[in-house]
C-alpha cells in the first residue's frame, strides 16, 4: 500500500485527487487530508478514504471538525502548524494543493521528509524555488508537476537530452475576457473574472487566469522546475486548452502535449509515476475537435507576463515578493477596493516599492527571509491599495 496524504484536500485539485484515490482503495492508505472551511466535505472524505489525521487550517473551526469525526478514530487537529505537520506525517507520496503562499511550509515539510510531493500548488515555486528544490536534494524527495503544463513538459521531457532544448511554450486559455476590450476588463466584476470557459477550478485561479497572472506566474514556474533560460520560454493564447504544452528542440521538432482539460491527467501522472496507467479521463477525437487556434499573448494586453519576465531577471526573493503582492492584489479585486487593471498596477508598484532597498530581494534565500520579503510585500500591496481608495 502506498501511503499518501493530500493537503488542501476540499479544493478542486484536492477533490479531483480524490476521485482518483477513491477508485482504487487496496492501493491506497490515507494519512493526512486537509482542507479550511468546508469542515463537511473534509470529514466526509476523511471517512471514506479512511484518512489517519484531518486538518482544518481554521483554529475556530476544530469543535465543528471533532464534533463532524466522533467515533471515527480519526484524529482531528487545526491551524497553520498542523497543517504543517500533516505534510509532515509519514507518506510516500503527498499531494500540494492547498492555494497561495500557504502552501510553502506543509510542502516544504514533506520534501524534508523525503516524500514524493506532486505540486499543484505554484506558488511554493514561485516564491521559493531555489529553497524547494534545495530541501529536496537534501530530503532525498522528488517533486513532480501537476500544473497541467508543468506535467506537459515534463512528459514531453522524458527520455530528452535538456541541452538539446531550444524551447518551451506553455499555452493559456486567454480566460473569461480574452475577447473583451481593455475598456471592459477596467470594468470587470469578480463574478464575471470567475468564470473559465474551459477548466473547472478553484476561484483565486481561474481570476489569475482572466489576468494572466496564473501564466506569468507559470512562466517561473517552468524556469523553477526545468531550469531553463527564461529567453527561452513562451506562453501563447491557445483558446481550446487541448496543447497544454510543447516542447521545441535544436532539430526543429517540437513534442507537443495534447489532452482534453481535466486536472485528473496530470494528477492520475504524478500519482502513478514513473509508471503510465489507465486513467478515466476522455480521449480525443480529432475530427470533432476539427481545429486548435493559437493568438499571441501580448505582454502589453497583459502587464502580468511582462512584470514575470522582470522577476526572472530580477531573481533571488522578487518571485516572493512577486505573489505575495499578487495575492494580496487580488484580495482587494475580490473585495471590490480595486479594478481588475488595478492589480497589476499594485504589483509592479510593489516591485519596484520593494526592490528600491537593499536586503529585501537579494536577501540570503532562507525560508526566514521569504516570510519575511512575502509578509513586507503583503503591507506594502496593502497600502498601496489603501492610498489609492482615499
Ligand atoms: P481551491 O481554492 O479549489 O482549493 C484550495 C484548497 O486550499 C482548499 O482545500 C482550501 O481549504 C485550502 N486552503 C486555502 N487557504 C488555505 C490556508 N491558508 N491554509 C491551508 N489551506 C488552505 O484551489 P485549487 O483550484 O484546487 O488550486 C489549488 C492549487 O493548485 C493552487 O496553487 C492552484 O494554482 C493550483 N492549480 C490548480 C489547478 C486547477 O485546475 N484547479 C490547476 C493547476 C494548478
Ligand atoms: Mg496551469
Redesign the pocket.
Known amino acids: 500500500m502506498r501511503r499518501v496524504s493530500i493537503l488542501?484536500?476540499?479544493?478542486?485539485?484536492?477533490q479531483n485527487t480524490i476521485d482518483l484515490i477513491g477508485r482504487e482503495p487496496d492501493r491506497f492508505a490515507v494519512a493526512a487530508l486537509?482542507?479550511?472551511?468546508?469542515i463537511a466535505q473534509l470529514a466526509s472524505d476523511a471517512k471514506a478514504l479512511r484518512a489517519e489525521v484531518a486538518v482544518t487550517?481554521h483554529e475556530d473551526l476544530l469543535p465543528d471538525l471533532r464534533y463532524a469525526l466522533q467515533g471515527t478514530g480519526i484524529e482531528a487537529a487545526a491551524g497553520?502548524t498542523a497543517?504543517a505537520e500533516a505534510g509532515a506525517r509519514p507518506a510516500d507520496w503527498v499531494m500540494s494543493?492547498?492555494?497561495?503562499a500557504?502552501?510553502l511550509m506543509p510542502g516544504v515539510a514533506a520534501l524534508d521528509q523525503g516524500a514524493t510531493l506532486a505540486l499543484?500548488?505554484?506558488?511554493s515555486m514561485v516564491c521559493a524555488g531555489a529553497l524547494m528544490k534545495q530541501r529536496a536534494r537534501a530530503g532525498g524527495a522528488t517533486i513532480l508537476p501537476?500544473?497541467?503544463e508543468h506535467s506537459a513538459v515534463f512528459q514531453a521531457l522524458i527520455g530528452e537530452d535538456i541541452a538539446a532544448v531550444e524551447r518551451v511554450i506553455i499555452t493559456a486559455s486567454g480566460g473569461a475576457f480574452r475577447d473583451w476590450s481593455p475598456e471592459q476588463m477596467a470594468a470587470a466584476t469578480p463574478e464575471q473574472a470567475a468564470t473559465h470557459p474551459n477548466?473547472d477550478?478553484?476561484?483565486?485561479?481561474t481570476i489569475d487566469s482572466a489576468s494572466l497572472f496564473n501564466k506569468a506566474m507559470e512562466l517561473i514556474e517552468t524556469r523553477e522546475f526545468f531550469d531553463i533560460d527564461p529567453a527561452r520560454i513562451e506562453a501563447v493564447i491557445h483558446p481550446e486548452s487541448m496543447i497544454h504544452a510543447m516542447v521545441g528542440f535544436g532539430d526543429g521538432a517540437l513534442m507537443a502535449h495534447v489532452g482534453p482539460p481535466d486536472?485528473r491527467h496530470a494528477i492520475g501522472f504524478a500519482l502513478n509515476w514513473p509508471e503510465r496507467r489507465a486513467l478515466p479521463v476522455e480521449r480525443l477525437d480529432f475530427v470533432k475537435l476539427g481545429q486548435f487556434t493559437f493568438r499571441e499573448a501580448d505582454p502589453a494586453r497583459y502587464p502580468a507576463l511582462r512584470l514575470a519576465r522582470e522577476v526572472m531577471e530580477a531573481g533571488g526573493l522578487s518571485g516572493a515578493v512577486f505573489n505575495a503582492a499578487k495575492e494580496t492584489a487580488l484580495d482587494g479585486f475580490l473585495d471590490r477596493r480595486i479594478g481588475f487593471l488595478d492589480m497589476a498596477r499594485i504589483v509592479e508598484e510593489t516591485l519596484v516599492a520593494i526592490s528600491a532597498s537593499p536586503g529585501h530581494i537579494d536577501a540570503e534565500f532562507t525560508l526566514d527571509n521569504v516570510r519575511a520579503v512575502d509578509h513586507l510585500a503583503r503591507q506594502t500591496a496593502a497600502g498601496l491599495m489603501a492610498q489609492q481608495n482615499k
Open positions: 488542501g484536500a476540499t479544493g478542486s485539485i484536492g486537509t482542507g479550511g472551511r468546508n487550517c497553520d497543517i494543493s492547498i492555494v497561495g500557504a502552501g499543484a500548488n505554484k506558488e501537476v500544473d497541467s477548466w477550478m478553484g476561484q483565486r485561479i486536472m
